[in-house]
């Protein structure tokens, strides 16, 4: 017997398991699991439109809010700003790999890849361009979710060491309201994105072709 045929039409509660019909539903509406009240399955309303124009909007934020300055601190009187880049270096310098690592990791190098991954995923549905491949992506992009928030937890740990290690005034500056605004274009093109939709559309033009 083909179980994949019988997992078409069910869905499965995400916290305890309970299956369902799958059920249909229109833009805006959510089903809720009976057993635990979590939601089973969510339209989103103009997800793919939405993702696109967020992530459009965190790419422009990117460069600002990398390369321009986030902090200013006042030291023996002169003046120095660092951007998010020049943090990573600075912790280099002063033997701090583990923290840059991570700081780079989190604070750069995930939240980008996320943009780029929901960028690229809402343009292929926006204008039709779906590859098999897709699948694979999506599953990599699905992955990244889990380290979403840390990039917000080690922003704060990058003020909280600039304050520790230069203990002088603290200036925010313009780069920290880009990169702040970029988080947030970053997180909101990845909340946008209707999995369930996306799954459902990847499953029916790449794996039921044989059913
Ligand atoms: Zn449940």
């Known amino acids: ?55 459009i909007a965190g ?7 990398i390369l321009l300055p986030i902090i200013g601190v ?25 923290i840059a690592t991570l700081l780079f990791l989190f604070a750069i190098a995930v939240p980008v890849v996320r943009l780029f991954g929901a960028f690229y995923i809402s343009f292929s549905f926006k204008y039709n ?15 990244l979710d889990n380290w979403a928030m ?16 230069d203990d002088t005034e603290l200036t925010i500056n313009l780069g920290l309201f880009s990169f702040t605004l970029f988080l947030i274009t970053s997180t909101m093109a990845s909340t946008t994105l209707d999995q369930d939709y996306i799954w459902d559309k990847l499953e029916r033009e790449f794996i039921d072709d044989d059913s």
């Open 74 to 98: 006042t030291l023996a009187k002169q003046y120095h700003h660092a951007s998010l880049l020049d943090c990573v270096v600075v912790l280099i310098e002063r033997g701090f790999f583990m």
């Open 129 to 143: 361009r779906l590859k098999p491949s897709m699948l694979n992506f999506f599953r990599a992009y699905h992955h």
């Open 150 to 165: 840390l990039n917000v937890f080690m922003l704060g740990i990058v003020v909280s060491m600039y304050k520790l290690l």
């Open 1 to 55: 017997m083909d179980n994949r045929l019988n997992t078409k039409h069910i869905v499965a509660c995400h916290l305890c398991d309970a299956l369902y019909d799958k059920p249909h539903l229109k833009q805006g509406q959510t089903a809720k699991c009976n057993r635990c009240g979590s939601t089973l399955v969510e339209r989103k309303v103009d997800s793919i439109n939405r993702s696109f124009y967020w992530s």
């Open 59 to 65: 790419i422009i934020l990117l460069a600002p809010g």
